[in-house]
């Protein structure tokens, strides 16, 4: 566990959590998160969901998100596809649209795309345009979710579009400040006192330790656990109450 000596007293962090994912978390989580990230049809998620979670997040004055995807429920959209651009683009308009229905007047602070096109976006020019090109369309004054240093940071930047740098509590990293691919039997941080130590070293000491070993500096204005993990609401209990502790010192 990390020693806790330098610690601030004041909050320094926005926790962002996937939701409408079939985990059925959402009203408990509610509470104890920032910004939420809501599945809206292409991997999970359909109108009835988007509305619930919706409602719950006005509720409890949280940051409302879409979390777009490749259109591949069968894979939860976490295979990269083979896509023509058009397809691409007119599958993430239809996403974000029935998102910003289901909004109706209120604002849509961010997008985050979910799975292997949050990836591709990183990596990849075309698709990360083909996600911007729809953001710019529909609605051109949310941030952008993302790791930095990326294709889809780079190139929306350059279009004006705004993005918020993007860290993972519950992911292990590489040294090129890349995550380590989900097939990797480390890749996912299950133990809870692991999780804290990462939640800890990414808000105050604004560093992360690779899968190496090694530590990378990164400077994060939101952070992740995944809301597909069935232990997210355990595992975020404990790290807040780790935190609260640790304010009190």
């Known amino acids: 566990m990390v020693c806790l000596s330098k610690f601030l007293k004041m909050k320094q962090y926005d926790i962002n959590v996937d939701l409408g994912e079939g985990t059925g978390i959402e009203s408990e989580i509610m509470p104890l998160i920032d910004s939420c990230n809501i599945a809206c049809g292409g991997h999970a998620g359909d109108f009835i969901e988007m509305n619930r979670i919706v409602a719950l997040a006005k509720k409890n004055n949280v940051l409302l998100g879409a979390h777009p995807s490749y259109p591949d429920p069968e894979n939860f959209g976490r295979k990269s596809m083979e896509i023509e651009t058009s397809t691409l683009f007119k599958?993430?308009?239809?996403?974000?649209?029935?998102?910003?229905?289901?909004?109706?007047?209120?604002?849509?602070?961010?997008?985050?795309?979910?799975?292997?096109?949050?990836?591709?976006?990183?990596?990849?020019?075309?698709?990360?345009?083909?996600?911007?090109?729809?953001?710019?369309?529909?609605?051109?004054?949310?941030?952008?979710?993302?790791?930095?240093?990326?294709?889809?940071?780079?190139?929306?930047?350059?279009?004006?579009?705004?993005?918020?740098?993007?860290?993972?509590?519950?992911?292990?990293?590489?040294?090129?400040?890349?995550?380590?691919?989900?097939?990797d039997s480390q890749a996912i941080i299950s133990d809870k006192s692991e999780l804290y130590d990462q939640f800890f070293h990414l808000v105050y000491n604004k560093k992360v330790q690779t899968q190496t070993g090694n530590w990378i500096n990164v400077n994060p204005k939101t952070l992740c656990v995944h809301g597909d993990n069935f232990n997210t609401l355990k595992n975020l209990k404990f790290i807040l109450k780790m935190d609260k502790i640790a304010q009190k010192r």
């Open 91 to 183: 599958s993430l308009s239809k996403q974000l649209l029935s998102f910003l229905n289901v909004l109706g007047p209120s604002p849509l602070h961010h997008v985050k795309p979910h799975g292997a096109l949050y990836l591709k976006c990183i990596n990849d020019p075309k698709t990360a345009i083909v996600m911007i090109d729809v953001i710019e369309s529909l609605s051109p004054n949310s941030i952008i979710y993302t790791l930095p240093n990326g294709q889809i940071d780079v190139l929306a930047k350059e279009r004006g579009l705004k993005v918020w740098h993007e860290a993972f509590i519950d992911r292990r990293y590489q040294d090129s400040g890349q995550l380590v691919v989900r097939t």
